[in-house]
């Protein structure tokens, strides 16, 4: 008795100031304005991913009862040579359109940048295009693509050259593709010129004191203050380019010879026209893997390359 | 005298052979602005050159060398096309989905918004580094998942899978939208709270009527992604009662596999909406792309 009634005070009055309905009144509020995302999250995010995880060691075919395989649909992808070919074109689209549009986009905001007239004109032009997207925009550059009658050859023939079959081209098919990313620079170069604009003038009046000139300023103090910039376009846009489905499905259908297969289209094939789900969602973690894998490495390597303000200058 | 000769003889020298500072200026512009033409044509002509195409006849369509503009002008091409496929009914269609939608995401996006930069609620910054995290998620890892979910919902062939998941806001959106109200004075909040509002009212009439520019920046850019939706169009849309105009041209795309003119005019009627937005309200598509873009 003794001793109960020297420990029971101790243990209940923390709980006693414990106010629970006082917290939940507290939060409440916060709780309800912020649930759609908290619901959401749930529903729509964490419960289907971890579903998908489960589904990437089962065989389903969403009629027939549902069964485990363990590893299977992991060593059939080591099997199945369409697995890696599809692998291999995303991630060539992923490293050749990347690095074109971050260049394009950077060479066409320095020039709006270099205080032009008509800058409006240039700067809607130019952004135009990056707007329009999905399927009319696949058929729309299709028809430029087209062998005989499209405008790209019958262009490249007025000055002698015959124009490949592009998209009937396996060799071809993907490089038509990424040209056709280049399409939707603008929205890069926007960003790019706001950029551009934020870097205080008076470093290159600074730097031209000190006799600097035309591509010694841009390597020196362009180039470097716009890296933040560069590298979140950079990781936006590999995360893009490995999800490319749209153009592939429309234009190509994957072909020719699978050429232009990408990861999301083989996973559309496999979940919604072969009914594979447990071998789709293998592919689909395998994707995910890729893209985390590819983003840790950028960020990994952006200490090297990425210069942020806050940081001493010594680092260049 | 002789030192003073040779010093000032210098940059005499350089300037002789080289235009003035003001012509070397001007050959400057004049090479950008060629350089900068030459990209605005590679930009404009696929616009213009589909254009031309979906304004000629059958046969014109395959002229060599190719006709630029069209003669006569095959206004016609636009009816044919409307009619070929049930185009109001996909417009309606997409119409709906994308209204609704955009309704949807600006009410759940800026209520969370605001219990992220306004309220103290326990789990906020947590679940805010989980917001930000899901921003990185590739949105085909839940695909499947979500299209079994909506299998047994009996949802398939319906618009709700396309709505439905709207309403319950987005990282992307809610950032841009906290980060904004972030920039509102709190002053004004707490003048409303004296006056007696509550959160609601506080979020009602004090932030919502100040967010006008953010909301116009959310809106524009649901408009373009639900407006253009392709992938999940295709999986939950079978009947094509239900096709938005995005599975129309697909469908469009196998049926007239060689009318390159009527295929061009039902492309151009689709992207006419986004194409129009974009004219009147250039100014929110710029401020929605630079604001994430520039502001990490």
């Known amino acids: 008795m003794a001793i109960r009634s020297l420990i029971l005070p101790r243990k209940v009055k923390p709980i006693r100031n414990f106010d629970f309905s006082r917290w939940v009144r507290k939060n ?44 299977k649909n992991f060593q059939m992808m080591f099997k199945d040579p369409l697995v890696g070919q599809s692998l291999k074109v995303t991630i060539i689209y992923a490293l050749t359109s990347v690095p074109l549009n971050l260049a394009v986009g950077l060479g066409i905001a320095m020039l709006l940048n270099a205080r032009i007239i008509g800058l409006r004109f240039y700067r809607t032009a130019f952004y135009l295009p990056s707007v329009l997207s999905g ?57 790019y010129l706001a950029g551009l604009q934020g870097i205080p003038t008076e470093l290159y009046e600074a730097a031209e004191v000190d006799g600097a000139r035309g591509w ?18 950079l990781v936006v846009g590999v995360i893009n380019a490995l999800q490319v489905f749209t153009q ?24 919604f026209q072969y009914q594979r789900m447990g071998f789709a969602s293998a592919l689909a973690w395998v994707l995910f893997i890729l893209i985390m894998v590819l983003t840790l490495l950028i960020y990994r390597s952006s200490s090297s390359w990425v210069y942020y303000e806050g940081e001493s200058k010594s680092k260049r | 005298m002789t030192t003073m000769n040779k010093v000032s003889s210098k940059p005499v020298k350089i300037n002789v052979p080289l235009l003035t500072t003001t012509q070397r200026r001007l050959l400057r512009q004049l090479i950008i602005h060629l350089v900068l033409l030459s990209g605005v044509f590679f930009m404009l002509i696929p616009l213009i050159w589909s254009i031309s195409s979906s ?9 060599l060398p190719p006709k630029w503009i069209p003669n006569p002008i095959h206004w016609e091409n636009y009816a044919e096309a409307v009619t070929a496929i049930p185009f109001w009914r996909y417009l309606w269609n997409t119409t709906f989905i994308t209204l609704v939608s955009i309704v949807g995401k600006v009410f759940s996006v800026t209520l969370v918004a605001f219990a992220f930069a306004r309220l103290e609620w326990w789990g906020r910054d947590f679940f805010f ?33 396309l709505i439905v998941p709207q309403f319950f806001g987005g990282p992307y959106l809610t950032f841009l939208a906290r980060q904004f109200f972030m920039t509102l004075p709190r002053d004004l909040d707490d003048a409303a709270r004296i006056d007696g509002c509550s959160n609601f009212g506080v979020f009602w009439r004090v932030i919502l009527p100040m967010s006008k520019p953010v909301i116009a ?8 992604n639900q407006w253009n939706e392709f992938l999940n169009a295709l999986i939950y849309l079978q009947n094509s009662k239900n096709f938005t105009l995005a599975l129309g041209l697909r469908m469009f795309q196998g049926e007239a596999a060689a ?11 689709t992207m006419l909406p986004v194409l129009v937005l974009f004219f009147s309200a250039q100014k929110y598509f710029m401020q929605g792309i630079v604001f994430t873009g520039v502001k990490q």
């Open chain 2, 55 to 63: 304004l000629k006849s059958a046969g014109d369509v395959y002229a």
């Open chain 2, 259 to 269: 009318s390159w003119h009527l295929l061009m005019a039902a492309s151009i009627l």
């Open chain 2, 217 to 224: 920046m959310i809106v524009v850019i649901v408009f373009n």
């Open chain 1, 28 to 71: 409440k509020d916060g709780w309800l304005f912020a649930s759609p995302w908290i619901i959401g999250f749930f529903v729509w995010t964490l419960g289907p991913m971890l579903a998908s995880l489960g589904l990437a060691f089962t065989d389903w075919d969403l009629i027939s009862p549902i069964q485990f395989v363990g590893l």
């Open chain 1, 248 to 271: 592939a499905y429309i234009m190509t259908g994957g072909g020719p010879n699978r050429a232009t297969l990408f990861v999301i289209l083989y996973l559309y094939q496999n979940a």
């Open chain 2, 129 to 161: 580094v989980v917001m930000l995290a899901t921003m990185m998620l590739p949105p085909h890892v839940t695909l499947i998942p979500q299209f079994i979910l909506f299998k047994y919902l009996g949802w398939i062939d319906t618009f709700l899978p």
């Open chain 1, 216 to 233: 010694q300023r841009f390597f020196s103090i362009t180039l470097p203050l716009m890296t933040p910039v560069l590298f979140f376009q």
């Open chain 1, 135 to 191: 399927v009319a925009v696949a058929l729309l550059w299709r028809w430029l693509f087209s062998p005989e009658f499209g405008l790209i050859n019958q262009g490249l023939s007025l000055i002698g050259i015959q124009g490949p079959s592009w998209l009937g081209d396996q060799n071809w098919a993907l490089p038509s593709l990424v040209v056709m990313s280049v399409w939707g620079v603008g929205a890069g170069a926007i960003i």
